[in-house]
Nanobody
Framework: QVQLVESGGGLVQAGDSLRLYCEASGLTFSNYAMAWFRQAPGKEREFVAAISRRMGRTGYADSVKGRFTASRDNGKSLMYLQMNSLRPEDTAVYYC????????????????????WGQGTQVTVSS
């Protein structure tokens, strides 16, 4: 049974940092591109960041470029999202997702391409 479990969310002030974790089980983690998405109240889910299954190639939404960094440890089946200079508009539930794609060095920013999803972790940034 595949499970993706997010953790690390919380309530912080604008300008603070947080590190999110996504722990995967029940799958061969190194076979999956991974991504972070988020959904704020009343808004649609949006892409945040992704990382390829090999070489750790990353991609980011324009709104988080230069502030967020995605990384992964295939040996530990963990993905991370380092979030710096947080803003109130970053407030959302953050989800990790896994995509078993043939391209080992690519990633997708489309939620429909992802096979598995976690339950999410809440990030709240106060002004």
């Amino acid at each position: 049974q595949v499970q993706l479990v997010e953790s690390g969310g919380g309530l912080v002030q604008a300008g603070d940092s947080l590190r999110l974790y996504c722990e995967a089980s029940g799958l061969t983690f190194s076979n999956y591109a991974m991504a972070w998405f988020r959904q704020a109240p009343g808004k649609e889910r949006e892409f945040v960041a992704a990382i390829s299954r090999r070489m750790g190639r990353t991609g980011y939404a324009d709104s988080v470029k230069g502030r967020f960094t995605a990384s992964r440890d295939n040996g530990k089946s963990l993905m991370y999202l380092q979030m710096n200079s947080l803003r109130p508009e970053d407030t959302a539930v953050y989800y990790c997702a896994a995509d078993q794609r043939n391209n080992a060095y690519g990633w997708s920013d489309k939620g429909s391409d992802y096979d598995y999803w976690g339950q999410g972790t809440q990030v709240t940034v106060s002004s």
